[in-house]
């Protein structure tokens, strides 16, 4: 039971650590190549300190976890560069331009060594995205929305001004894919249009996705409860058997004790029995 309660901890720390990593290398990844409000960087750069934090965290877990610790910093050397808040050192201690071309290059290298660290801490939930293949609408839902919202900015700027940035993109392409559409962001081109009917129809896939490797997950779930219980009923068996069995053979030995002591009983008997009639041969001698 207390394994069973450590292994789903550690799957839910697991999952907040790449929830965090997966939403910080999006945000690096928007803000290096696509162009968005200067507050958003800000934004940007205080998330991605939060994310640093936690991830400090969860490497001095899996170091106290780990049974090798020496080595453990030149194992996991991509750690150290995961932990340090780029964004947040050069925008808000340094003063840094936020288009600064060095923080786009210290920004794209934090996403490569983000994605090592997503590999490195989050193993069980790997195993578990691998069973349930939830990794397959994951990866569908992402491509939509960054093909999407990139396309639909690449239409609507400079024509649509309710589209100056990216995030007015990406704020239409989201609210569309979850059905719930404002209205406050609308196509004004006819490709604009094109691609908010794609990102529509893509939402059922992804809907129909997520539904199939959720019913998948739960149905490889039951199949492996029966196993188990399959399994732990032929070894209970296995015991009822065992002791039943046992419990004939000691009956049979005492079947062989009563029949024995019956037999001494006997034995007993037929000699008293001679004992008095020698004895009364010797007396009427």
Not at 177 to 201: E, H, K, S
Request: proline share 1%; net charge positive; glycine share 4%.
């Amino acid at each position: 039971m207390t394994n069973d309660l450590n292994r789903k901890l550690v799957l839910v720390l697991e999952t907040i650590f790449l929830v965090f990593i997966f939403l910080d290398s999006l945000l690096l990844f928007i803000s290096i190549f696509l162009p968005i409000r200067q507050g958003s960087y800000v934004n940007i750069a205080y998330f991605d300190l939060v994310t640093s934090i936690l991830l400090l965290f969860g490497y001095l877990i899996q170091k106290h976890r780990t049974k090798s610790k020496e080595g453990y910093l030149k194992r996991n050397w991509n750690g150290i560069i995961a932990i340090i808040p780029f964004y947040f050192i050069g925008i808000i201690i340094l003063n840094i331009d936020s288009i600064s071309i060095i923080l786009k290059i210290l920004a794209l290298v934090k996403i490569f060594t983000l994605l090592m660290a997503a590999h490195q801490l989050g193993k069980a939930v790997d195993r578990f995205v691998a069973q349930s293949k939830l990794v397959y609408g994951f990866a569908f839902f992402v491509i939509v929305l960054l093909v999407c919202s990139t396309t639909f900015f690449l239409l609507e700027s400079g024509v649509n001004p309710e589209v100056s940035t990216y995030e007015d993109s990406l704020w239409y392409v989201i609210q569309t894919i979850t059905t719930v559409g404002y209205g406050d962001v609308v196509p004004i081109t006819q490709w604009g249009r094109l691609i908010g009917i794609i990102a529509m129809i893509s939402a059922i896939g992804i809907s129909s996705l997520l539904t199939a490797a959720t019913t998948s997950s739960l149905m490889t779930k039951l199949r492996e409860d029966r196993e188990k219980l399959a399994k732990s009923s032929v070894g209970y068996i296995k015991e009822v058997e065992d002791k039943i069995d046992d419990l004939e053979s000691k009956m049979a030995k005492e079947e062989k004790i009563r029949e024995l002591e019956i037999d001494l009983k006997d034995m007993k008997s037929e000699v008293k029995e001679i004992k008095d009639i020698l004895t009364t041969k010797i007396k009427k001698k």
